[in-house]
């Protein structure tokens, strides 16, 4: 079994920036790379950032482009979301999710991974 937690979510100011984590536990399958999601109220969720750790390839959102960067620690199986210039629309729970076997980032949608981690708050508001 794979298992993954977030952490470093919470409240933010406007235009600020925070980092959270995704650790990844278990049995983690070979060649596998990390998701991160988000979820806003009422809204579905949306694929933002991947990262293969083994190689460290990522793809991104075009929403976060140029905000947001993904990175990894291989030897600690984790993986980070680095977010700047946060807005209110922002706001959302995020989560980081597993997918093993790949030879390169998949594709941004949730059907494309495996194993999910419950996610963490991210609020940003003044």
């Known amino acids: 079994q794979v298992q993954l937690v977030e952490s470093g979510g919470g409240l933010v100011q406007p235009g600020g920036s925070l980092t959270i984590s995704c650790a990844v536990s278990?049995?983690?399958?070979?060649?596998?790379?990390i998701g991160w999601f988000r979820q806003a109220p009422g809204k579905e969720r949306e694929g933002l950032s991947c990262i293969r750790l083994i190689d460290g390839d990522t793809k991104y959102a075009d929403s976060v482009k140029g905000r947001f960067t993904v990175s990894s620690d291989y030897s600690k199986n984790t993986a980070y979301l680095q977010m700047n210039s946060l807005r209110p629309e922002d706001t959302a729970v995020y989560s980081c999710a597993a997918t093993g076997g790949t030879t390169s980032c998949p594709p941004l949608t949730v059907d494309e991974y495996d194993y999910w981690g419950q996610g963490t708050q991210v609020t940003v508001s003044s």
């Open positions: 278990g049995r983690t399958p070979d060649y596998y790379a």
